[in-house]
């Protein structure tokens, strides 16, 4: 009855906390009331019909994409999250300089922003839609440039700060007319009622409010405010407590590598996306917009470790070092800001995977209702579940696949890599279900 | 195959009673009845769209599972259950906006007589939906070797093939009780997906909306 999306183990950035989060939550938590729907206990618990766990980037788009759907717009919709800045509006001032912490988004996913309203946010925003991509690797064999053209494109994706994702997304949900409540909290804990005819009277309140609970969910949270839910959705993270408290079981493996993200400034436009397969991890050149650029480069930790202490130049000169073989504008030394991640995804297909989790997921809850069906249903969930399933994990399996080729450096092996880039960059049907893809726009990889 | 029913149901009768089919609740304020509801699977749905839903049926045992399951939800307990027939609501001179009954006129004795029963609940300006199994060779394939034999999706003997209706057939009765078929569908089934579709196929399970004459 309450189900969650499928996990992603341990690689996506969009999960990470905002730098401007002003202090960690682990607060000690207070005393939950223990007493269902006690009158006595502070307010009367509400009942929403989804309570969404986790209003980060994907948790808004999911109650942006509910509230833009005639079918789902009237639903009411429950949003915990302790992030204070989601209270009112944030404003993003232009002189800012660009947080190190950006996404790059797939052409599918613009479409989705577009629909459900928010892209128009993001453009008033820097942002930088680039149409090239060019990829190469360690051994100076293997070389491709992706160009949009190449698929009948206008852009390969657009590079976003997450901030201003997520300033778009608050915006837009802050001026839709879905009945939403936001609780600045965190998630305690989560009980399932049981499935029997169980009433509950209570003569304080209204007539409405005698109703069974039935086959709802209980949420209790940290301040000790508490509410009903019929659908729960956990969009709060790779370390998803909605996903511990349901018991749900992952898979995964430690990649043992760490990400050293920061900006940079160039002396000219950069439209390209430049990305080096090094055997430690790729390194990463991404337009921001406004002469900046976004690095990440995946090391081992050892490594990692290595660069955070050394100076800016030095670092630059090796950023430029690694680069090399290739052209391209060189960043002037300037580093504006970095920080250290656990892991990248290859591509930046990280929260584009959450957007789609998000798109599918009030699609079907929407056709759910379409033909009356109760929206905590199994049933609806399993149809989710059937969708999002198998792109998720064959998007694992490909990155994955490009993690593990990569990181041996065999001298048989580098050859049939560079055979494969040759071939993925000279041969046009290839190449265009390659873009289309990593655009988003092909579920599986089939070249047909 | 009750989500392709609703599917059906939803578009038809939306467009019947000119209501908005992108509205969440377009059934606000009609009267429906579902005949022979067994537990109220398409009862609740229909009360989640709107609708002020009565369902009958003549088990008892039917009627107790579908009260407490509707109970379970707000939107739901307000279904009025009966175990009762629709002859005998005829007699009580009730009246409803659309009269359903899926499924139900390949177990009756008399199928014309239920035909004119279900004529007479329907409301002056109301619709009546009947769904039910062809009498073809490809339905003795499938709803009876396939359904109740191999795959036993079914108890052996569920269906007697001699009293399945060929659309044509329900039609004439129909409109011999006074109602005119104005549109039918067939629902199709896909073994490899394993989900139910409306298609224009109706050799098999079909389904037809029609509309009270006077």
């Known amino acids: 009855m309450n189900r969650i999306f499928a996990t992603k183990a341990g690689s996506d950035v969009y999960r990470l906390r905002i730098p401007w989060r002003p202090f960690s939550n682990d607060a000690a938590p207070l005393l939950s009331s223990q007493n269902a729907g006690n009158p006595e206990k502070g307010s009367e618990a509400k009942q929403y019909d989804i309570a969404i766990v986790g209003g980060g980037m994907v948790g808004l788009a999911l109650a942006c994409s509910l509230a833009s759907r005639p079918l789902t717009r009237h639903l009411n919709v429950a949003i915990i999250d302790s992030n204070p800045a989601l209270g009112g509006?944030?404003?993003?001032?232009?002189?800012?300089?660009?947080?190190?912490?950006?996404?790059?988004?797939?052409?599918?996913?613009?479409?989705?922003?577009?629909?459900?309203?928010?892209?128009?946010?993001?453009?008033?925003h820097r942002h930088a839609y680039f149409d090239k991509m060019q990829v190469w690797d360690y051994t100076g064999l293997s070389y491709a440039k992706y160009n949009a053209r190449d698929a009948d494109k206008e852009v390969l994706g657009c590079v976003v700060e997450n901030k201003v994702l997520l300033s778009s997304l608050l915006s837009r949900v802050q001026e839709t007319v879905l009945p939403k409540k936001i609780y600045p909290s965190r998630l305690n804990s989560m009980s399932i009622l049981p499935n029997s005819s169980s009433s509950e009277v209570d003569s304080t309140l209204s007539m409405t409010a005698l109703f069974t609970h039935g086959r709802l969910a209980k949420l209790e949270l940290e301040d000790g405010n508490s509410l009903y839910a019929k659908l729960v959705v956990g969009a709060d993270g790779g370390k998803s407590r909605v996903r511990e408290l349901a018991g749900f079981r992952t898979t995964g493996w430690n990649y043992s590598q760490n990400a050293i993200i920061c900006t940079v400034e160039h002396d000219v436009e950069n439209h390209c996306a430049w990305q080096r397969f090094l055997p430690s991890g790729p390194l990463a050149l991404l337009p921001i917009g406004d002469k900046f650029s976004n690095i990440v480069w995946t090391l081992s930790p050892k490594e990692s470790s290595e660069f955070k202490s050394i100076t800016e130049d030095n670092f630059l000169k090796a950023v430029n070092h690694a680069l090399d073989y290739g052209y391209g504008p060189h960043p002037t030394p300037s580093i504006l800001g970095s920080s250290d991640l656990f892991s990248w995804l290859k591509g930046g297909q990280g929260v584009n995977l959450g957007f789609g989790d998000a798109s599918t997921l009030s699609s079907v809850i929407s056709e759910g209702i379409a033909v009356g069906t109760d929206i905590g249903e199994v049933s609806l969930l399993k149809k989710y579940e059937a969708d999002r399933k198998p792109a998720n994990v064959m998007m694992m399996a490909v990155l994955d696949g490009f993690q593990k080729a990569y990181s041996v450096d065999f001298g048989p092996l580098n050859i049939l890599r560079a055979a494969a880039f040759h071939g993925a960059h000279h041969i046009s049907p290839l190449k265009k279900s390659i873009i289309s893809y990593a655009s988003g726009e092909m579920r599986l990889p089939l070249f047909a | 195959m009750n989500p392709t029913r609703l599917a059906f149901l939803r578009s038809t009768l939306c467009r019947h009673f000119r209501k908005d089919p992108l509205s969440a609740r377009p059934f606000e304020g009609l009267r429906f009845i579902d005949v022979g509801c067994g537990g109220g699977i398409l009862s609740e749905p229909l009360a989640r769209m709107g609708a002020t839903v009565t369902g009958i049926d003549a088990i008892e045992k039917n009627i107790k599972i579908a009260c407490l399951h509707a109970?379970?939800?707000?939107?739901?307990?307000?279904?009025?259950?009966?175990?009762?027939?629709?002859?005998?609501?005829?007699?009580?001179?009730?009246?409803?906006?659309?009269?359903?009954?899926?499924?139900?006129?390949?177990?009756?004795?008399?199928?014309?007589?239920?035909?004119?029963?279900?004529?007479?609940?329907?409301?002056?300006?109301?619709?009546?939906?009947?769904?039910?199994?062809?009498?073809?060779?490809?339905?003795?394939?499938?709803?009876?070797?396939?359904?109740?034999?191999?795959?036993?999706?079914?108890?052996?003997?569920?269906?007697?093939?001699?009293?399945?209706?060929?659309?044509?057939?329900?039609?004439?009765?129909?409109?011999?009780?006074?109602?005119?078929?104005?549109?039918?569908?067939?629902?199709?089934?896909?073994?490899?997906?394993?989900?139910?579709?409306?298609?224009?196929?109706?050799?098999?399970?079909?389904?037809?909306?029609?509309?009270?004459e006077k």
């Open chain 2, 71 to 212: 109970n379970l939800d707000p939107t739901t307990s307000t279904i009025e259950y009966c175990c009762t027939t629709a002859e005998k609501l005829v007699e009580e001179q009730r009246k409803f906006d659309a009269v359903i009954a899926l499924e139900v006129i390949e177990h009756v004795a008399d199928a014309a007589e239920f035909c004119k029963s279900l004529s007479a609940l329907t409301a002056h300006e109301g619709a009546t939906v009947v769904s039910t199994i062809n009498r073809s060779m490809r339905s003795y394939a499938t709803a009876i070797v396939a359904a109740e034999y191999l795959l036993q999706w079914l108890p052996k003997g569920t269906h007697q093939w001699s009293s399945f209706l060929t659309p044509e057939e329900l039609t004439m009765i129909l409109k011999r009780a006074g109602v005119d078929v104005k549109e039918m569908a067939g629902f199709v089934y896909n073994p490899l997906t394993g989900r139910w579709s409306l298609s224009d196929d109706i050799s098999v399970n079909f389904i037809a909306y029609g509309t009270k």
């Open chain 1, 89 to 124: 509006k944030h404003f993003i001032k232009k002189e800012d300089l660009p947080d190190p912490r950006v996404s790059t988004i797939t052409p599918a996913t613009i479409s989705f922003f577009k629909d459900i309203g928010a892209w128009q946010f993001v453009e008033q």
